[in-house]
């Protein structure tokens, strides 16, 4: 369902000004596994120790309707075929998502979103000037080639129980793979960098490209720590 438009003021997608919808910024189909039986989850600041209970993924006054329903349809096709392993005993995993197309302007659309944002979760990234050719990727529904702005992810095992660690969302961070900087963001059991370059990370493991599927290495998470391993 759109947001419910309340406030004028100017879409930060199609740059008109109108009434905004309440927009996410991680879709909420990705908080379901947050959830308790009456529908809460955490909301945790970035040094743990402001905690508060929240029922439904963080929103903002971002887009227009329009904007709204052209993103919303891009989070559907996502939704429709988010299938990942609820258990994972090997090491990496080819996922067939949505497509190459639709799951790459999925991710562009989310970190777009986190970085145009104000809410405090998404204040540690901003795509500099490197958010115009985000944002026109997103507006446009151009995702461009796997060499574009290449995506690495990772899969999240649990320690304990080899259970996909879908119970944690983060907002981006600046981070590193390799001698590549770019944003990390956590979300559905997937961890995912985005680099911001022209590059060959399409050849490496766990790069999203055309055909093929998503061939994902499994790491197994329990902190940030976990993570340096891949990303810095």
């Known amino acids: 369902a759109l947001g419910s438009p309340s406030m004028s003021g100017m879409c930060k997608l199609c740059g008109t000004k109108a009434d905004l919808c309440d927009s996410h910024i991680v879709p909420e ?3 379901k596994p947050l959830y ?15 905690k508060k209970v929240i029922q439904k993924g963080l929103r903002e006054k971002l887009l227009c309707p329009k904007c ?7 989070e ?4 429709s075929k988010w299938e990942l392993p609820s258990r994972l005993t090997e090491s990496s995993y080819t996922i067939e998502l949505c497509g190459y197309s639709d799951l790459k ?16 979760l998404f204040g540690d990234v901003s795509l500099g000037r490197y958010e115009e050719q985000v944002h026109r990727r997103v507006r446009d529904q151009a995702p461009g080639p796997s060499t574009e702005f290449p995506i690495i992810g ?7 129980d080899e259970t996909l660690c879908g ?11 390799g001698n590549f900087d770019g944003w ?36 197994t998470f329990d902190s940030w720590q976990s993570l340096t391993g891949s990303f810095k």
């Open 29 to 31: 189909f990705l908080y």
């Open 36 to 50: 308790d039986s009456k529908h809460r989850t955490v909301y945790a600041s970035g040094d743990l120790i402001s």
């Open 68 to 74: 709204e329903g052209r993103i919303g349809e891009i």
């Open 76 to 79: 559907r096709r996502a939704a």
């Open 105 to 120: 302007l999925f991710l562009l659309s989310v970190l777009w979103r986190a970085s145009v944002s104000t809410l405090p």
């Open 154 to 160: 990772r899969l999240l095992r649990s320690p304990t």
């Open 167 to 177: 119970w944690l969302i983060t907002g981006p961070v600046v981070a590193s793979y």
């Open 184 to 219: 990390l963001l956590i979300f559905g059991g997937l961890a995912w960098i985005c680099v911001p370059l022209l590059s060959a990370l399409a050849l490496r493991p766990g790069a999203l490209v055309e055909v093929g599927g998503w061939q994902l290495p499994v790491l």
